[in-house]
């Protein structure tokens, strides 16, 4: 698996297969096997840092929320699938993560952060993000650099909003519009009624 560089928005995702840590056991996924889902891809940098035990933990507290909207959280370092399983065997309190609710792949080749095009020049992960829908598009990707973590609860909005626009193909979601808000039909006239309705 190599990368051009180029991913983007609108392609296909590069599939894979790698090994995760899934309930605390070994297993081997390839991201096609959750074609029909969505599935939100998240890298991260290394096992048994600080910043990336807040993000790890705080989609699994909201795993529930995510799998009930038909989709599938991975996460993926750069370190050995052993790596992860000491991880997570580690007690929260203890500089581990504890018990998580998805499985979280190891990518020692870094062949998956290549092809994500996530590689930092050090060798790790950049925090990337990819929401890539049931037929394996990617509708979203985000890149924070290291040391800043990312937003679990907008990760979810932005995964609502696709959603909502699949489901609602003559709609489309404006500025922070969460469920339950208005919508606009992109064309000049839907898009004068959006604004008359919220003036």
């Known amino acids: 698996m190599t990368s051009n560089g180029c991913l983007r928005v609108g392609q296909q995702a590069p599939d894979f297969t790698a090994t995760a840590v899934v309930d605390q056991e070994f297993k081997e996924i390839t991201l096609s096997q959750y074609r029909g889902k969505y599935v ?69 080749k870094k062949e998956i952060a290549s092809a994500y095009n996530v590689l930092d020049d050090a060798g790790v992960a950049l925090r990337g993000l990819f929401i890539i829908d049931p037929e394996g598009v990617v509708m979203h990707a985000t890149i924070n650099n290291l040391p800043v973590g990312r937003n679990v609860e907008e990760t ?43 003036g």
């Open 40 to 108: 939100v891809l998240f890298f991260y940098p290394l096992d048994f840092t600080f910043v990336c035990p807040t993000e790890i933990t705080a989609f699994s507290d909201q795993y529930a929320a995510f799998s009930s909207k038909n989709t599938e959280v991975l996460g993926v370092s750069v370190d050995s699938e052993f790596s992860h399983l000491a991880w997570i065997q580690t007690p929260r309190n203890e500089g581990g993560i504890g018990d998580i609710a998805y499985p979280l792949v190891s990518d020692l």
């Open 156 to 198: 979810l909005r932005v995964l609502q909003a696709f959603q909502y626009v699949q489901a609602n193909p003559d709609e489309v979601c404006p500025a922070n519009w969460t469920p339950g808000e208005k919508t606009m039909k992109p064309d000049p006239e839907g898009s004068k009624e959006f604004f008359a309705a919220i």
